[in-house]
């Protein structure tokens, strides 16, 4: 089945500065991935997504890419704010069973002033 | 829209025990996964249903099972519950099946095995 594998699982960063995750996927099927963003004690969040036939994607600060032959996708976010600070989780599903998220193990930002 | 509701939020059960976990997934919506949260094992796909039917369960024991009714909430229920089955049960709800639809994320039922 699907292996997500994310990293790094810890990320300090100074305010304005930018921040980078990474995941790698198992499967050349997987053809959705999203990333959720989950404060403490709240639910996750989608905050991107990117389908396979994308290379990349950007909404404000936030922007994703996709390297289908490299089967990795990383998660940029740049000028960040303490409010960024959260756990940050990448998934990967495909089309037979997209309802099945796999997730990552999840990276915990913290944006220092 | 109202979101994805789950009930209850909270639940503390002895070991043996077992649980019925609700949730009501987004007006219009008719796609329901469901996930379990622990800090060792993280987010893991328990499953998911659509038009009343599984169609894909993850590597969970048969102590776990899930049911879809006809205006798509779903429950999920635990028999002879064990310790390790502490954890954070999120269900998250999409539009349909097989479109790559956003899954919203219901804010889960905190489950604690005693």
């Known amino acids: 089945g699907e292996n997500v594998e994310q990293h790094p699982s810890t990320l300090s960063v100074q305010e304005g500065d930018s921040a980078v995750i990474k995941c790698t996927y198992s499967d050349s099927a997987s053809n959705y991935f999203p990333w959720y963003k989950q404060e403490l004690g709240k639910r996750p969040q989608l905050i991107i997504d990117?389908?396979?036939?994308?290379g990349e994607k950007k909404d404000q600060r936030i922007a994703v890419t996709l390297n289908k032959t490299a089967k990795h996708f990383s998660l940029h976010i740049t000028e960040t704010q303490p409010e960024d600070s959260a756990v940050y989780f990448c998934?990967?599903?495909?089309?037979?069973?997209?309802?099945?998220?796999?997730f990552g193990a999840g990276t915990q930002v913290v944006v220092t002033p | 829209k109202a979101g994805v509701t789950q009930t209850p939020r909270y639940l503390i059960k002895t070991r043996g025990q077992q649980v019925t976990l609700s949730c009501s997934p987004i007006?219009?919506?008719?796609?329901v996964s469901w996930y379990q949260q622990t800090p060792g094992q993280g987010l893991q796909f328990l499953f998911e249903y659509f038009s009343e039917t599984q169609r894909n369960k993850g590597n969970f024991p048969g102590r776990f099972s899930g049911r879809q009714f006809s205006n798509s909430r779903s429950e999920m229920n635990v028999s002879t519950l064990e310790l390790g089955d502490s954890a954070l049960y999120l269900c998250?709800?999409?539009?349909?099946?097989?479109?790559?639809?956003?899954?919203?994320f219901g804010p889960g039922t905190r489950l604690t095995v005693l």
């Open positions: 990117i389908r396979s036939n994308v």
């Open positions: 998250a709800s999409s539009l349909d099946w097989g479109a790559t639809d956003t899954q919203y």
């Open positions: 007006s219009g919506h008719r796609s």
């Open positions: 998934a990967a599903s495909k089309t037979d069973s997209w309802g099945k998220l796999q």
